[in-house]
T-cell receptor, first 114, second 115 residues
Framework: NAGVTQTPKFQVLKTGQSMTLQCAQD?????MYWYRQDPGMGLRLIYY???????DKGEVPNGYNVSRLNKREFSLRLESAAPSQTSVYFC?????????????FGDGTRLSIL | AQSVTQLGSHVSVSEGALVLLRCNYS??????LFWYVQYPNQGLQLLLK??????LVKGINGFEAEFKKSETSFHLTKPSAHMSDAAEYFC?????????????FGTGTSLTVIP
């Protein structure tokens, strides 16, 4: 049972470099999400996709772009990485974008920007 | 907007003792509430959820939580702590915004279990 798969698991970038974080789910879920987790701040939503073909900004979208490639895949791109984007990034999915649906998380991508 | 406050960023209990992790929420509509657990270097796993109905919710690994509207609380408990319970715990509330559902997470409580 793969669930939500994120690649890569670890990455080190230099300031100004670009990178795409990949996420794929095999649960036939309609909704997908990207979060960042920073010490003492919990998880904050970056972008989400309620359904295939739609994307919307979350709480902290600046410096990021997303693509919902198909129903399974939802990627997060950093165009010009900054040290403030050093974080652990989590992708999540839910069956539908309703309030009672839990979200299922991947194991995260640990990103360091020097 | 909804919000969640977790009192106590670090909690230590002895093995076999009661676990109590606190969560208070702010919501303008009837809340849907969740508890997640995160083990080191892993993603979040759902422990339990409250949507409607019974206010005492049972989850996995012997955890349960009680929704108390009058206190705007959703505290997580376990009668007897086990070493394997050592992890980070997050409370979350869901909200509907324009085009979809969003979760708002607390800042987390790190649970240490002392042998």
């Amino acid at each position: 049972n793969a669930g939500v798969t994120q690649t890569p698991k670890f990455q080190v970038l230099k300031t100004g470099q670009s990178m795409t974080l990949q996420c794929a789910q095999d649960m036939n879920h309609n909704s997908m999400y990207w979060y960042r987790q920073d010490p003492g701040m919990g998880l904050r939503l970056i972008y989400y996709s309620a359904s295939e073909g739609t994307t919307d900004k979350g709480e902290v979208p600046n410096g990021y772009n997303v693509s919902r490639l198909n129903k399974r895949e939802f990627s997060l791109r950093l165009e010009s990485a900054a040290p403030s984007q050093t974080s652990v990034y989590f992708c999540a999915s839910s069956e539908v974008a309703t309030r009672d649906q839990p979200q299922h998380f991947g194991d995260g991508t640990r990103l360091s920007i020097l | 907007a909804q919000s969640v406050t977790q009192l106590g960023s670090h909690v230590s209990v002895s093995e076999g003792a009661l676990v109590l992790l606190r969560c208070n929420y702010s919501s303008s509509v009837p809340p849907y509430l969740f508890w997640y657990v995160q083990y080191p270097n892993q993603g979040l796993q759902l422990l339990l959820k409250y949507t409607t109905g019974a206010t005492l919710v049972k989850g996995i690994n012997g955890f349960e939580a009680e929704f108390k509207k009058s206190e705007t609380s959703f505290h997580l408990t376990k009668p007897s702590a086990h070493m394997s319970d050592a992890a980070e715990y997050f409370c979350a509330v869901s909200d509907w915004v324009d085009t979809g559902n969003q979760f708002y997470f607390g800042t987390g409580t790190s649970l240490t279990v002392i042998p």
